[in-house]
């Protein structure tokens, strides 16, 4: 069965630094999403994406954070200048396309900011 | 506002037994889904339920829905060890420009003891 997958699996940065996360959605997919959880609090959206464009982001997605899909497969989610608040797990998901309603989460990515 | 509030926080059963599950939301829903979360690991997705819809099972599931009360509950038959997991209720946002957005409720953790 088609998966969506993540890498790195897991990532130490330094505060300031730039962290990529990759996503690579399941083919023919065309809607796709950045969620993060912070260790013990639930899953909260960061950002939508559809059709080459930012759909919505969330507050948390503010101008450090930026997403693109830059060879029409890998989706990325880029952090320019890391914070501890940023440490959490990251997932990214996918949906097959419009009237679709269940999303293919990937693992995730957890991100250590020290 | 919030969505999806789940109760209880933390559920602890023995194998056999049921286990349920309640998330309230606050607003109209289009379907509420539930998705499983392994320690550590991504979302799996479980079951949707729709909001014209009262009840749904699906295997050991079986997914309850009271737009009345806002309210939704998920129920696990004769729980296995292996059952132990998160447990987050989620509502699709299903119109305007972020088609597919989650917003998760702060889940419950569900232990069952061999």
């Known amino acids: 069965e088609p998966e969506v997958t993540q890498t790195p699996s897991h990532q130490v940065t330094q505060m300031g630094q730039e962290v990529i996360l990759r996503c690579v959605p399941i083919?023919?997919?065309?809607?796709f999403y950045w969620y993060r959880q912070i260790l013990g609090q639930k899953v909260e959206f960061l950002v939508s994406?559809?059709?080459?464009?930012?759909?919505?982001k969330s507050e948390i997605f503010d101008d450090q954070f930026s997403v693109e899909r830059p060879d029409g497969s890998n989706f990325t989610l880029k952090i320019r200048s890391t914070k501890l608040e940023d440490s959490a797990m990251y997932f990214c998901?996918?949906?097959?396309?419009?009237?679709?309603?269940?999303?293919?989460f990937g693992p995730g990515t957890r991100l250590l900011v020290l | 506002s919030q969505q999806g509030e789940e109760d209880p926080q933390a559920l602890s059963i023995q194998e056999g037994e049921n286990a349920t599950m309640n998330c309230s939301y606050k607003?109209?829903?289009?379907?509420l889904q539930w998705y499983r979360q392994n320690s550590g690991r991504g979302l799996v997705h479980l079951i949707l339920?729709?909001?014209?819809?009262r009840e749904k099972h699906s295997g050991r599931l079986r997914v309850t829905l009271d737009t009345s009360k806002k309210s939704s509950s998920l129920l696990i038959t004769a729980s296995r060890a292996a059952d132990t997991a998160s447990y987050f209720c989620?509502?699709?946002?299903?119109?305007?420009?972020?088609?597919?957005?989650?917003?998760f409720g702060q889940g419950t953790i569900l232990t069952v003891h061999p």
């Open positions: 998901a996918t949906l097959p396309g419009l009237g679709q309603e269940t999303q293919y």
């Open positions: 083919s023919n997919h065309l809607y």
């Open positions: 994406f559809y059709n080459n464009e930012i759909s919505e």
């Open positions: 607003t109209s829903i289009n379907n």
């Open positions: 339920i729709r909001s014209n819809e």
């Open positions: 989620a509502e699709l946002n299903a119109g305007g420009t972020s088609y597919g957005k989650l917003t």
